[in-house]
């Protein structure tokens, strides 16, 4: 069976540093999609990156980057030089190939992210 | 280029009465799949559907129920509500099952968030 683990349930950063928000997964497929998304107070889910497990680099998308390493089934979210706006939860998410062509995710319980002035 | 769109965003109900949820995804995408979320439960995949069909559904009784336009818009009912259904219900669309695995294209709405008393 598929799992996600996120076993940060809250963290505070300072505004401008860097933050690591940690992400493990377990998962029998040959091939999957690791996902993180973040959900502020309003509730939309906002897709941030996306890493193939298959991709030779890790993914990156501006201030986002996903350290990704599969013999250690981690697949980290940092965010760098933090701003207030990136207070929020943050989940990781996986799919697998098995069961077909679905855009089923298992998701994480998530990380509540507090950035301080 | 609009996002996906759900209707209500809130809404307040009774045990017993029933409810229908609406998701309209981003223009061009054909698949539509939905996701529970409570604080206990976390999130949880409900049905994805593509082309009017249900291409698969998660572990929740037979009240909740949802079906596909030809429009690719899509709804969701649960009918005779209980306390426990009382959640945010998310919204997914992307251009094809599968897709989130290859791209990462897999995108939410705001939800709607559903009290039941």
Redesign the interface.
Known sequence: AQKITQTQPGMFVQEKEAVTLDCTYDTSDP???L?W?KQPS??????L????SYDQQNATEGRYSLNFQKARKSANLVISASQLGDSAMY?C?M???Y????????????TLLAVQP | KAGVTQTPRYLIKTRGQQVTLSCSPISGHR?V?W?QQTPGQ??Q?LF?YFSETQ??K?NFPGRFSGRQFSNSRSEMNVSTLELGDSA?Y?C?S?L?????????E??????S?LTVL
């Open positions: 091939s999957y999609g996902f998304y309003s509730g939309e889910m906002i897709f990156i996306y890493q193939g989940f998410a799919r697998g190939v069961g077909g062509a679905t855009n089923k995710l298992i998701f994480g319980t998530g | 698949s799949s996701y976390g999130l995949f994805e291409r698969n998660g945010l998310l997914a992307s094809e099952p599968g897709q989130a695995i290859n791209t990462g897999l995108f939410f709405g705001e939800g968030r």
